[in-house]
């Protein structure tokens, strides 16, 4: 396993990092530029963010994808082992990508929703501190700096929840107390597996907290510490997924969130809770992780299907999207800890896929809902022959989501479902079952809301406008050529895989310390 840092000459992630966050400092004491052109500033800083990340991109060595790379470390406070440190893998720096792609999307996607500027300038501001956060959380080098983003993105997302929302306000105040107590509870378990590193490890380090530090430390405490902060990760990570039973939160935030705050919370957001899996808890604590696998793995074939089956019984489409995710996260954590690599890559290319046909998903259904006045699907039909490019666009999401070969989640799903049929076949029999219940979560609805008669009062809404195919372009490309074109990809996260998924707690173990004398 690489935990080796390979220094940058150019700080490119500090770059990531205050391009977004200066921009939305900016609005927040001009209150001219946010009543003004609000906006219009915060996507031309997203489209520089872009660009940046472009340049971070094309300075990443992907030939040593497992390598930590463009990192830049400044000692912080080291009393405490903390450091200023970032640095990227190929998964981390697919996902900051992922996330620098949709804040534009994002911003365009939701251009005439408010209908005060200084609102709309105050929300694109959100957006980007949100932006700025999600560069730290997945560049993170430092347990703590992670830790700090971690706590921090609640913020700007309790904001955009409770004060920008889309529902009646007694309903968006309490989905964002929801989210915020169900987050806060998990950062502070997960503070206290913190603080029993430092308090459990027989010596510290200025730089005791940086994960090539840690990697050697952790494995060296007895079983009981790692096993008690591997519980604490994991318990604010299963709530970030979210996995079941600590799921609640999210259908109910989904409900009363605008799409483009659901895109980013779902899209990319709650993929910090697989990433802190894969990051923290099986780097850190391989043996650990190896004891919980098959709890673990238990809980996210619960997750496929109980998402699955819950997201057939809404008639909110916006909760019915929420809830399929609770059925692709699981398809994912069981990737991470069913103990094999092409799961694992699976896994991995599946937090990519995800991220990319749910934007889709939310941002399609938040402007049917728009147009239609509600997000009762019951109050819809036959809107394909009234909005047949929104219909259309519907669908392919809805069949990249639930793995169609040649779309985007088709490769992901195989690889997981192919890697959990090598260990265990009664997971990966139920996990197909996930699969079933799944093409009836996205047909049943496309055939409620979408085919037969358009009904009175629906049946002259506009269709998708110029600005809209514009936002859908760049998602159905990327679909597309995820679907049919995903070696690239598959290739830079194998290494990542082979050096990360669960085998034998020994051989889990000697890899992290072989990888960190490198």
Known sequence: MENTMVESSFPWLTLLVALPALGALLLGVTPA????????????????ELGAAIGAAMSFDWGSASTYQLTESVSWIPQMGVSWALGVNALSLVMILLAVILVPIVLIAGWNEDEN???????????????????????AFDLVVFYIAFEA?????????????????????????KFLLYSLAGGLVMLGGLIALWAF????????????????????????????????FMVAFAIKA?????????????????????????????KIGTFGMITLCLRLFPEASFEARWVLSA?????????????????DIMRLVSYTSVSHFGFMVLGIFIGSSVAMVGAMFYMVAHG???????????????????????????????TPVLAGLWLVSGLASIALPGLSGFVPEYL????????????????????????????????????????????????????????????????????????PLVSALTPIGEDLALGTADTAATAVLEGSSN
């Open 33 to 48: 530029l946010r009543k003004g052109a609000g906006k219009g500033f915060a996507l031309v800083v997203s489209l520089l």
């Open 117 to 139: 500027e200084a609102d709309a300038g105050s929300y694109a501001a959100l957006v980007l501190f949100l932006e700025a956060f999600m560069v730290v959380i997945f560049a």
């Open 153 to 177: 993105m609640l913020i700007p997302l309790f904001l955009m929840i409770g004060r920008y929302g889309v529902g009646p306000v007694a309903e968006r105040h309490a989905a964002a107390m």
């Open 201 to 232: 490890a027989p010596e510290h380090s200025d730089t005791f907290f940086r994960l090539d530090t840690l990697s050697q430390v952790a494995p060296t405490l007895s079983g009981a510490v790692q096993m008690g902060a591997f519980v604490s």
């Open 242 to 270: 979210p996995m079941v039973p600590v799921h609640t939160w999210l259908p109910d935030t989904a409900a009363v969130a605008r799409p483009g705050t659901s895109v980013l919370l779902v899209g990319v957001l709650d």
């Open 299 to 315: 809980l996210a074939v619960l997750s496929i299907i109980w998402g699955g089956l819950a997201a057939n019984g809404q008639d």
């Open 356 to 386: 990319v046909s749910i934007a889709a998903m939310f941002i399609l259904s938040g402007w049917l809902s728009r147009r239609g006045g509600t997000q009762d699907m019951n109050a819809y039909s036959g809107m394909q022959r009234v």
């Open 416 to 487: 997981v479902l192919m890697g959990t049929w090598q260990v265990n076949i009664v997971l990966a029999v139920f996990a197909l079952l996930g699969v079933i219940i799944a093409a009836v979560y996205v047909l049943m609805p496309y055939q409620r809301v979408f085919t037969g008669g358009p009904v009175a009062g629906k049946d002259a809404l506009p269709d998708l406008n110029t600005r809209e195919k514009s936002v859908m372009a760049p998602l159905l490309i990327a679909m597309v050529v995820l679907g049919i074109w995903s070696a």
